[in-house]
């Protein structure tokens, strides 16, 4: 892996990590508003299990699957960058009409001036990186 790439590959990381906090906080009001405080172990069951954090895995996923591909030591692996790129577009892309998870972004970027801010940090690191070219 170039090391531009695995720089990208690690600003992206910080951005979407903080963007999933920022959701995750967000999240956690709207269900603490109805269910009660809960504890930080109550907490982990329910945002592993419940179904209201479930739209929130997309970009767990993507983290993880950046963490993996920061932390091959294979010099000569093959990376797809341009797969985690276009996973990133997909996971943060809001939309009335799309998924679940795209309308509850939406939701959250609407009732939630920090998810606005998070989101533009990763959508500034995707905007100064365009799909590369291919050759047919």
Do not use: C
């Not at 979407?16 to 906080?25: M, N, Q, V």
């Not at 299990?49 to 983290?63: C, G, K, N, V, Y």
């Not at 809001?94 to 606005?116: F, I, K, N, W």
């Amino acid at each position: 892996m170039k090391a531009s790439d695995r720089q990208l590959l690690f600003e992206l990381r910080k951005a979407l990590l903080h963007l999933h906090k920022t959701l995750l906080d967000w999240e956690r009001a709207a269900y603490e508003r109805v269910n009660g405080r809960a504890s930080a172990a109550e907490l982990l069951k329910v945002i592993v299990e419940d179904a209201q954090f479930a739209w929130l895995r997309p970009i767990s996923e993507l983290i993880v699957r950046i963490d993996s591909t920061v932390d091959t030591e294979e010099p000569d692996a093959t990376i797809d960058v341009d797969a985690v790129i276009a996973r990133a577009r997909e996971v943060v892309m809001p939309g009335e009409g799309g998924t679940a998870q795209a309308q509850r972004y939406l939701t959250a970027l609407q009732e939630h001036p920090d998810a606005v801010f998070a989101h533009r940090a990763v959508t500034t690191i995707l905007k100064n990186h365009p799909p590369r070219e291919t050759t047919h």
